[in-house]
């Protein structure tokens, strides 16, 4: 009976047995925005507009992306640091931590998204204290961008947002940010 089969086998009558077959490396790369992936990605320059005031602006981010179905999510957390123009007051000096969301559409090549983020903000010591000094306060923000895949690994991209930024005992900052991105799918 044995050698039914096998020659069953031989013939092409019967399916070979198959491996399992295990996601490589190159296969993980052709799923660049599909799929579950971490990134990593930096803003190396920013416009900024506060109080009509003209500045620039670093930063970065990490945090995971998920698409399903022509539908994606990425969440992570976001450094910022900003230097808004105050003219004869100097400098104004902003770090932002805070986590953020994008939610959109993904295509194989590109991710249109809003994105809503909101945290923490520190103000520097300005040189003039008419200004007010260093200060704690909190921001939130609400902003669209998009990602497009180069290569790969790559990723190129524009985002803006507006944060309403509060310190104590001041009102609400609006601060536009429009920034060109950089990242890597890790």
């Known amino acids: 009976m044995r050698w039914a089969a096998l020659l069953g086998l031989s013939i092409g009558l019967l399916p070979a047995p198959v491996e399992a077959e295990t996601p490589d490396l190159a296969w993980r ?6 799929g579950f992936r971490g990134y990593l990605r930096v803003d190396p320059a920013a416009l900024v507009l506060a109080d009509y005031r003209p500045g620039a602006a670093i930063g970065g981010s990490f945090g995971a992306f998920r698409a399903i179905d ?3 999510a990425a ?3 976001r450094v910022g ?19 953020e969301l994008r939610l959109g559409a993904v295509s194989p090549r590109a991710f ?4 809503l983020r909101g945290g923490y903000s520190h103000r520097f010591e300005i040189p003039r204290p008419a200004f007010g000094g260093p200060a704690d306060g909190y921001h939130y923000g609400l ?18 947002a507006v944060d ?12 536009l ?8 799918w890790l």
């Open 143 to 160: 902003g669209a961008g998009i990602w497009t895949r180069v290569g790969k690994r790559f990723l190129f991209g524009f985002e803006g």
């Open 75 to 77: 969440f992570g957390g």
């Open 70 to 72: 022509g539908f994606a």
């Open 81 to 99: 640091y900003a230097m808004v123009d105050r003219q004869a007051r100097g400098f104004d000096r902003t770090l932002h931590l805070s986590p």
């Open 29 to 34: 790369e052709r799923q660049a925005m599909s």
């Open 177 to 184: 940010f429009l920034s060109l991105t950089f990242g890597s």
């Open 112 to 115: 249109g998204y809003v994105l």
């Open 164 to 175: 309403m930024v509060q310190f104590k005992g001041r009102g609400v900052a609006e601060t």
